[in-house]
């Protein structure tokens, strides 16, 4: 089945330990691309990638990292997390053409105390 | 810059119809796109638009008019179902990049 996965799920901790959200994809997509979305905000976007060691800041980068070392794998890393950085995350996947629509992962709610 | 503005909440009858409007600005267009969210699931795919006038799938129907910065999504014969939010998304820009609008929540009532 064609799909985005997120993990985790849901992670509560504590400001400034270091935490890793996963995101793989089994389409082949060239691009990839994290956001958050925040209540009256909309999906804002964080980091993208176009392909293999090619990312580059979306919107709302400040506090965040990304790596692309496989095609399939694109992983958020919050190296000191804080609270601000409480939100719901979406991972999703796309063919570089510009009328393809991106494909969602389920989404990780994160909790920063 | 881009800007994309959307009514904040609708509510409908189950079995008419609703529009939900999307009007933009913004200094480049290749297209828009209207996605689906039911509340705490991942946004999904509806309709694209790049070309003025109506695309119809189904019981959804998305309309561009690009000259005047405008977009609605019309659904037809609704279904309790169809209660989640609708996202608008402006395609700008020389990669895949998204701009979102906030979103439409939809509540659609017996």
């Known amino acids: 089945e064609a799909q985005v996965t997120q993990n985790p799920r849901y992670l509560i901790t504590v400001t400034g330990k270091k935490l890793t959200v996963t995101c793989s994809q089994n389409m082949n997509h060239e691009y990839m691309s994290w956001y958050r979305q925040d209540p009256g905000l909309g999906l804002r976007q964080i980091y993208y990638?176009?392909?293999?060691?090619?990312?580059d800041k979306g919107d709302v980068p400040e506090g965040y990292k990304v790596s692309r070392k496989e095609k399939r794998n694109f992983p958020l890393i919050l190296e000191s997390p804080s609270p601000n950085q409480t939100s719901l995350y979406f991972c999703?996947?796309?063919?570089?053409?510009?009328?393809?629509?991106?494909?969602f992962g389920d989404g990780t709610r994160l909790s920063i105390l | 810059g881009q800007n994309i503005d959307q009514p904040t909440e609708m509510t409908a009858t189950e079995g008419a119809i609703v529009q939900i409007n999307c009007t933009y600005q913004t200094s480049g267009f290749n297209g828009l796109f209207w996605y689906q969210q039911h509340a705490g699931e991942a946004p999904t795919f509806l309709s694209y638009?790049?070309?003025?006038g109506l695309e119809e799938k189904g019981r959804f129907s998305s309309f561009l008019s690009r000259s005047k910065g405008y977009s609605y999504l019309l659904l037809k014969e609704l279904q309790m179902k169809d209660s989640a939010s609708y996202l608008c998304a402006l395609h700008s820009g020389g990669y895949n990049k998204l701009i979102f609008g906030a979103g439409t929540r939809l509540a659609v009532h017996p």
């Open positions: 990638s176009m392909n293999v060691e090619v990312t």
């Open positions: 999703a996947s796309s063919l570089l053409a510009s009328n393809q629509p991106q494909h």
């Open positions: 638009n790049v070309l003025d």
